[in-house]
């Protein structure tokens, strides 16, 4: 039986960025952050390009871009070369496709592990709370007898 098995980009896009985010001292670049990932195939701060030839049954090839920021003090060389020879390894072993490159683009540093964002509720109590430092209820008159 012959058959072609073909692997979506958005697999091996969430393949690669799980490879990335099992790194220490790395995060990938958000969409929010980036300044690309308009065109085809870019999806947060990976993109992907797949080479098949179908006319001679060759294992497709695959090219990775990844846009990747490197935590302070960290050697920038050693982790991208980590992150490298990591995504090319899984993308091989669970694929079978080749992998043609593996280019990382430090895109910037950054100090600490991102803080999670406030939910918005907490962020307008806090608001609120700075716009009336004398702690008074609104609606109440501040020589109302207490």
């Known amino acids: 039986m012959d058959g072609v098995i073909h692997i979506s980009s958005d697999v091996i896009v969430e393949l690669v960025r799980k490879t990335i985010q099992g790194i220490p001292n790395i995060q990938i670049v958000s ?59 899984n993308l091989e072993r669970y694929t079978g496709y080749t992998v043609k490159a593996v280019n990382i683009n430090v895109q910037g540093i950054y100090i600490d592990d991102p803080l999670p964002e406030p939910p ?27």
């Not at 001679?56 to 060389?77: C, E, F, H, M, N």
């Not at 608001?127 to 007898?145: L, R």
């Open 120 to 146: 918005l509720e907490a962020a307008m109590e806090e608001s609120d709370a700075e716009e009336d430092p004398g702690g008074s209820s609104p609606g109440v008159p501040e020589d109302a007898p207490k």
């Open 31 to 89: 969409r929010f952050s980036a300044k690309f990932g308009i065109g085809r195939k870019g999806n947060d701060g990976i993109r992907i390009s797949i080479e098949e030839d179908a006319a001679d049954g060759a294992v497709p090839t695959v090219s990775v871009d990844a846009y990747v920021l490197v935590k302070y003090g960290r050697r920038i060389p050693d982790i991208a070369w980590d992150v490298q020879e990591k995504v090319k390894t």
